[in-house]
């Protein structure tokens, strides 16, 4: 009975999840009257305000995995090996993205760096673009922490850092070559995580008036019928791909498969 | 003057003194083992050789340079973990070519020197070079992590419980296979256990702490034979201990529990006073023996068997005493409750720090 309860759940849940996007991707397919066609995915892909919006977020995308990473790996890995007890502080900050509205992250940058501010970062194209990077470092960093970290978890970062200082590295090297190498699969998740934030993004962008994938969605929503749903039916696609990498990855390193 | 000089070592983290006054002089080519339970303070002496830890107090020198103000990735020293430590993302060779790469030695010469390493450990270049860590047994892994200790030659070895981990039987071939790469090399090395067997089978020196001070620094011979403290006595070895009153101190006459006790050289202990002493297991011997003058009759009380020798504890002359016997085949042990004689010799009776 039990197990007859837990399907009829699974069931249910999945039924709550993917009628919606059955109908979605079905209604993308109905653009040509009483045939399925591919005509919506046409369409859009040869729109050229599709590439440039795409090219840009994969760009910001690109440029905020690396801020992400760069700021941190080395503060995860420092936390762990120096200051432990800083931990749940860290996690608590890492955390607070989740539980502030982006809306209000994007109305502080604009409060702070504005044109008549000390440092005018939206006066210019760079500077707005470099808001934009900082802003969804912001946003994806509950998930990239939480991987790094997860991955700092599983090797013995002091006595690895040890080894290699004993060895003759510095800092530079332990972390590039030992740590950053170690942890290789969770910052890749954390990177496909942040890929598939970014490329949906739609607040900061729009609020800064960036030329992004996630408004583009938006004003094609307001002015077409079936083009937004094959929109969203790549945009989903695109999400499943980082995800079904991060699997990839996962099964593909070498040095951590079954059997270590 | 010693190669490695350590001096005056102190080492407090916050209100507890770990380290105490620790001063040892180490020769070129010296293996020390530092022995003590756990918390006394072994492991920090040799992480502030390391460099991992700062001293309160004292100076570290090689060759008479102090290398306290050096970072660890500055001192050239090798280290050896309990825990292995390898990379787990680099091929065996890739580990213990890391030091080599990082020192500027490249190329053929590097490869050579992984080579040479990896033979000296009995792990071949064309075999195991292209091996990751999670595909070698724990004794292979720490072979490698040895080896790639020993790539950079460094100036001093540290071995931080290095057998640990590892089951008895590779614990003890390790062990050898160490002291004789060791010796091969003649690297100055500082070996940390808490297993007194390991320490007294592989060191020219043995360093027995306690509570952040060398209680004794000796031969292996001279701290089992000679413990200086009724730690170390406890500590190395298993024995029965006893009180004693000295009865004539320039011919080494002692009595215990009504027992009168000839130890064949004289004591620096008055007349009168009382010195703890004890009897090592080996010296006691199951009925009578040449040379062993006291013989008592005592029962046994427990028997232990061990293997190829069997422990025996045996009541006599009111006090307990633990002896150990090898195992025959054909004499089978007493039981538990039996009448039997033991016999041991005065000269073999230790007298502790006296």
């Known amino acids: 009975m039990t197990r007859i309860l837990a399907w009829v759940a699974l069931i249910l849940g999945m039924l709550y999840f993917i009628l919606p996007l059955v109908g979605m991707t079905e209604f993308s397919l109905s653009m040509r009257r009483g045939v399925y066609s591919l005509d919506a995915y046409t369409t859009i892909l040869g729109d050229p305000r599709f590439r440039q919006t795409f090219g840009y977020s994969v760009l910001m995308a690109v440029a905020t995995i690396i801020f992400g990473v760069l700021l ?47 440092l005018p970062l939206t006066g210019s194209s760079m500077g707005t673009n470099l808001l934009l990077v900082f802003g969804y470092a912001t946003l994806a960093l509950p998930y990239m922490y939480r991987a790094v970290d997860t991955g700092l978890r599983t090797l013995d970062v002091g006595t690895l850092t040890e080894a290699a200082q004993s060895l003759g590295a510095g800092w530079g090297t332990i972390l590039f070559r030992v740590i950053l190498p170690n942890v290789l699969v969770a910052v890749l998740s954390g990177a496909f995580l942040t890929f598939a934030i970014v490329i949906g993004e739609f607040t900061m962008a729009a609020l800064l008036d960036r030329p992004a994938f996630g408004p583009f969605m938006q004003i094609l929503g307001a002015n077409r019928a079936y083009e937004p749903a094959a929109l969203a039916v790549i945009a989903f696609a695109i999400t499943w791909a980082c995800m079904g990498l991060i699997q990839l990855v996962t099964r593909l390193q070498k040095h951590t498969r079954a059997g270590a | 003057m010693a190669y490695l000089d ?127 860590p999670f595909q070698l047994s724990g004794g292979q892994q720490q072979r490698v992590a040895l080896a790639r200790a020993l790539a950079p030659r460094p100036r001093v070895l540290l071995l931080d419980e290095p057998l640990s981990a590892l089951d008895a039987k590779v614990r003890v071939r390790l062990r050898g296979e160490i002291r004789d790469i060791q010796r091969r090399l003649g690297i100055t090395t500082i070996f940390v256990t808490h297993d007194q067997e390991e320490a007294l089978s592989i060191s020219d020196r043995v360093v027995v702490m306690n509570a952040g001070i060398a209680d004794q620094v000796g031969s292996p011979f001279e701290i089992y034979n ?129």
């Open chain 2, 226 to 354: 000679r413990p200086a403290t009724p730690f170390v006595a406890s500590f190395v070895g298993t024995l029965t201990p006893f009180e004693a009153t000295v009865i004539d101190p320039r011919v080494g006459t002692v009595m215990s529990g009504g027992l009168t006790m000839n130890l064949g050289r004289p004591l620096s202990a008055e007349t009168g006073t009382a010195v703890p002493i004890a009897l090592r297991p080996e010296a006691v011997q199951l009925g009578r023996a040449s040379g062993r003058e006291i013989i008592l009759p005592a029962t046994a009380r427990e028997v232990e068997f061990m293997g190829s020798v069997i422990r025996i504890r045996a009541e006599a002359a009111g006090q307990s005493f633990l002896l150990d016997t090898f195992n025959r085949p054909d004499a089978p042990p007493p039981q538990p409750g039996e009448a039997v004689e033991i016999s041991f010799s005065g000269r073999d009776v230790i007298v502790i720090g006296v």
């Open chain 1, 72 to 118: 941190v790996v080395p503060t995860a890995y420092w936390v762990r090996l120096r200051l432990p007890w800083i931990r749940p502080y860290i996690e608590f900050i890492t955390l607070l993205p989740l539980v502030i509205p982006a809306i209000v992250i994007v109305f502080g940058y604009i409060r702070l760096y504005n044109t008549s501010s000390w």
């Open chain 2, 6 to 132: 350590i001096a005056h070592l102190e080492k407090s983290f916050g209100a507890n003194r770990v380290v105490k006054d620790f001063s040892l002089p180490i020769d070129k080519g010296e293996f020390v083992s530092l022995l003590g339970p756990s918390g006394c303070g072994k492991t920090t002496v040799l992480r502030m050789v390391a460099g991992f830890e700062t001293p309160s107090a004292g100076a570290i020198r090689i060759e008479g340079k102090d290398i306290v103000p050096l970072r660890p990735n500055q001192r050239n020293i090798g280290m050896v973990f309990q825990a292995y430590a390898l990379f787990p993302n680099l091929t065996v060779a890739q580990n213990v070519g890391f030091g080599l790469r990082i020192a500027g030695v490249a190329g053929k010469e590097a490869q050579t020197r992984v080579g040479e390493m990896l033979d000296i450990i009995g792990l071949p270049l064309a075999e195991y070079g292209a091996r990751y």
